[in-house]
């Protein structure tokens, strides 16, 4: 994603070799930008913002725990707990999604 290259020149890690070509550097998953010298021109993305999410959806839902699983039990297993509807686990997993 174009966000993930807008990195300061000055806090560039370089992720290619010296004459790296921008499609050479792209390929390899890195960010190229030539316009500020002295800096790394081929270098390694931001990391991907990503956010824990409980799905909407009861019947997508993947068990986390056990019948008759306490709110607060399942919440300390780091997990989505909803006590509806019936025949779907009401303590499961979190979702995670991409900013």
């Given amino acids: 994603a174009k966000c993930q290259c807008k990195v300061v ?6 992720c290619g070799y010296p004459g790296i070509s921008a499609a050479e550097c792209k390929k390899i998953g890195c960010c ?12 390694s993305p931001k990391p991907k913002k990503v956010k824990k999410v409980c799905p909407n959806d009861p019947y997508t839902r993947i068990n986390c725990g056990h019948p008759g699983i306490k ?29």
């Fill in 32 to 43: 190229f930008n030539a316009s500020v010298p002295s800096v790394p021109w081929c270098y």
């Fill in 71 to 99: 709110p607060r039990e399942c919440t300390k297993r780091g997990c989505c707990f909803r006590a509806h509807p019936a025949g779907v686990p009401w303590c499961f997993y979190h979702r995670v999604m991409e900013e």
């Fill in 9 to 14: 020149p000055r806090e560039r890690t370089n």
